[in-house]
């Protein structure tokens, strides 16, 4: 199974090279050609893509050229070719506010056609309305599933160390301490994910109406024994030495294969229900980064995935209609039953109410990628504060379009 994500990734890559997505979907030669501008996550290329590869076999009179880089590229280049109105025809968008490709400020830009009228949208209305992806009544997108942020980690050796999976902050350091004094490494990675973990226990816990009120002005990230707690909080793993220094040049993918070869205990993973992992359950266990304090339960932090969009300025809409209608119809729509396969706990949180959306989606403009940029300024021992991080997320936040 690696080997043949291995094969595609590489293959997906290759055509992110060798593709121009610069020259926009009107410069293509031929018209039954159209571009699919996307996001990869490592061995699992991009998602969608068995989708797509069948879509393509069933329109032959129609070639969809996808192309796909990572996250952090993928953000900067859609922006610049949107800004320059040479948008691919078709690429991956997300819900609300999360990204740069989020279906919110994209529709208010006016990048985003209306899909409103596609038949298989139309059934879905009625059918899945929690699947839609929209904006002020219209819809943009469909998502393919739910996605769920966790931790999966080496069940051989927590045995080996006799460790239970962590229930609260407190024993998820005591976690990372015992197999880091057995000559384990904890973590090659802590991403910026942990944070929304953590902020779903410290802020949305007591205060589930919190993402509106950011929206609308009531609370703000500078505000005191809110996000700085949460940073404070975020950065003890770094401060206590449980992450490796991870070579900047370290992709996702290699780290991936690490993990694998056992160089480190845990690692965070984005689980999503329409596509969830192959591995030998026996050799993985999962489970979300418990940011409660003890006495209290975790809370989840799950959320719509994402879908594919129509660039409203393509010259080809008819085509990429028809190819949007049948990509639709064609997916599986992941139910939340996969992801409990992994969570067995998940069902119980979601009784209990104790899952929120992913915070991201109430952040406006480039706030995930500020906080990004702050967090390695701030490792990397530099002259910024945690209270600077609030300061530059909340200016962004505020910055008109």
Known sequence: MKNNRKYAYRLCAALACVLSLAAGSGALAEAAKLSYYTPSYGYDTYIGIEILEKVMGEVPEI????????????????????????GPDL??????????????????????????????????????????????????????????FGVRYHKKMFEECRLDVPKNWDEFLDCCQTLQEAGHTPFLLFTHTALYQIAA??????????????????????????????????????????????????????????????????????????????????EYGYFVIPGNTEGTSPYYMMGQVGGMAMYAKTEYPEESSKVLDRFIGEMGFGKTENLTKFYPELEQALNEVRVVHPCNYDWKNEVETIVQKKINEYLMKGKLSIDDITAAMQEEFDRRS
């Open 63 to 86: 070639t969809v050229i996808p192309t796909c880089s990572a996250e952090e590229q993928y953000y900067a280049t859609l922006k610049t070719l949107l800004a320059t109105g040479k």
């Open 91 to 148: 690429f991956f968008v997300q819900a609300e506010y999360a990204g740069f490709n989020g279906i919110n400020e994209l529709a208010e830009a006016g990048y985003l056609a209306d899909l409103s009228d596609l038949e298989t949208v139309k059934g879905l209305q009625k059918e899945m309305p929690g699947s839609l992806l929209q904006h002020e009544g219209k819809i943009y997108s469909v998502s393919v599933g739910e996605q769920l």
């Open 201 to 282: 226990n410290q802020l949305y816990r007591d205060n589930p109406d919190y993402g509106n009120q950011l929206l609308s002005g009531a609370v703000k990230f500078t505000d005191e024994g809110t996000w700085d707690k949460v940073l404070e909080q975020y950065f003890e793993v770094y401060e206590k030495g449980y992450v490796q220094e991870t070579p900047v040049t370290m992709s996702m993918v290699e780290m991936m294969d690490q993990f694998s070869a056992g160089n480190c205990a845990m690692m965070q993973v984005t689980l999503r229900s329409e596509t969830v992992p192959e591995e030998d359950e026996e």
